[in-house]
């Protein structure tokens, strides 16, 4: 049975040319959204927008880096759609060094694209929500913002601050009808992982440490997305969700299924 959640609502999505944004946007698109997607990646993001049909979703080239092209983002959904009821801010990029090795310029590009744009989002499209009497906000955050990990010095606190962002702005918008949340993906099959099967070895370590044994589909996360976004969750504002498989709950300790002899099943 399709569903209908989205019919005469208009959503912005950042980083919505692949991955996790494209699931998002092709759902919000499928239950009746107008979308209006904005990417750095101008060819894959007007080539996605095109197989959606051009009656309801549009493109435009966006660095999420740079409030001014959020903006454009924001007032293109006015401008083509009429309004703005949703903004998933997604767009995201990775950085791997010790910190001791991380060049200054990563860590600031890190912090730009993961973080600095959530509030660029955010200070961009709450005003029309508010002049509209509400709208919902959701950000993809990671199981990386909840803990550290090797390497991902950048990722971890960008991500982190994602998620106490989250909070405040829904604190600070509760009474103006806007809700803001997140959602926390563990390893997601997508092109910002692509490098994991560049490293002999490495992809089954990485399943292994996940409760349920293997990498999301980016449709396991658009599902949580799309409810977030929703009227079905009314009642939820400043959270933000771990989508992972078990990851996050998990301290670390050996994975005694190993010892078991219970291995993963069916
Ligand atoms: N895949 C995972 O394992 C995983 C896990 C947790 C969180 N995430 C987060 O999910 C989000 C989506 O990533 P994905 O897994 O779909 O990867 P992806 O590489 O498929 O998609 C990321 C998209 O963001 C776009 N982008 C990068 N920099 C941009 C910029 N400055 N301005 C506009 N667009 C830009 C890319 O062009 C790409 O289309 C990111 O925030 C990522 O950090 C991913």
């Known amino acids: 049975m399709s569903r209908t959640r989205f019919t005469g609502k208009v959503a912005v999505v950042t980083g919505g040319a692949s991955g996790i944004g494209a699931a998002v946007?092709?759902?919000?698109?499928?239950?009746?959204?107008?979308?209006?997607?904005?990417?750095?990646?101008?060819?894959?993001?007007?080539?996605f927008a095109d197989s959606l049909g051009n009656a309801r979703a549009a493109f435009l080239k966006t660095d999420v880096s740079d409030?001014?092209?959020?903006?454009?983002?924001?007032?293109?959904?006015?401008?083509?759609?009429?309004?703005?009821?949703?903004?998933?801010?997604?767009?995201?990029?990775?950085?791997?060094?010790?910190?001791?090795?991380?060049?200054v310029e990563d860590w600031k590009r890190t912090i730009a694209v993961n973080l600095d744009a959530v509030f660029y989002g955010c200070k961009a499209a709450i005003p029309v929500m508010r002049a509209q009497g509400g709208g919902a906000i959701v950000s993809t955050a990671s199981a990386s913002g909840m803990a550290g990990d090797f390497g991902f010095g950048a990722y971890n606190a960008a991500?982190?601050?994602?998620?106490?962002?989250?909070?405040?702005?829904?604190?600070?918008?509760?009474?103006?009808?806007?809700?803001?949340?997140?959602?926390?993906?563990?390893?997601?099959?997508?092109?910002?992982?692509?490098?994991?099967?560049?490293?002999p070895g490495l992809r089954p370590v990485w399943e292994d440490c996940v409760p349920m044994g293997r990498f999301a589909q980016a449709e396991e996360i658009a599902a949580v997305v799309a409810f977030l976004a929703s009227d079905e969750a009314s009642y939820l504002t400043g959270v933000s969700?771990?989508?992972?498989?078990?990851?996050?709950?998990?301290?670390?300790?050996?994975?005694?299924?190993?010892?078991?002899g219970d291995e993963v099943e069916g």
Not at 165 to 185: E, L, Q, S, Y
Not at 241 to 260: C, E, F, K, S, Y
Request: proline fraction near 5%.
């Open 67 to 103: 409030y001014d092209q959020v903006k454009a983002l924001v007032d293109l959904a006015v401008s083509k759609f009429g309004r703005l009821d949703i903004l998933f801010n997604n767009a995201g990029v990775g950085s791997f060094s010790r910190i001791a090795d991380l060049p």
């Open 241 to 260: 969700i771990p989508v992972d498989g078990g990851l996050t709950a998990h301290t670390g300790q050996p994975n005694l299924h190993r010892w078991m």
């Open 159 to 199: 991500k982190a601050g994602v998620i106490n962002f989250t909070r405040t702005a829904a604190i600070d918008h509760a009474r103006h009808g806007i809700r803001v949340n997140a959602v926390c993906p563990g390893p997601v099959d997508t092109p910002i992982l692509s490098g994991v099967d560049a490293v």
């Open 25 to 47: 946007a092709r759902l919000f698109h499928d239950e009746g959204a107008s979308v209006v997607i904005g990417d750095l990646d101008e060819a894959g993001g007007a080539a």
